[in-house]
């Protein structure tokens, strides 16, 4: 399994995009300094009206398939 670890600062206009498709994927740089990228859809749950603030957790298989993202208190 492999986990990486990151920061999201999403703004309400910003999530707009992902919600409506225009972008799919999401990349980020986790506190390895690896980039990590993986599918909008797996945001939805942590839209807020504020956006997506916080700190995220992406959890996968060894080929990088069954992602699962959570959010770290």
Not at 22 to 31: E, P
Not at 37 to 50: D, H, I, K, S
Request: overall charge positive.
């Amino acid at each position: 399994m492999n986990r990486y670890e990151f920061e999201l600062h999403v703004s309400p206009d910003q999530y707009l995009d992902y919600y409506r498709g225009a972008v799919r994927q999401v990349i980020a740089r986790s506190t390895t300094g690896q980039r990590v990228q993986f599918p909008a859809a797996l945001l939805q749950r942590f839209v807020a009206p504020e956006g997506i603030h916080g700190r995220f957790a992406l959890t996968c298989d060894d080929q990088h398939r069954h992602p699962l993202l959570e959010r770290l208190s």
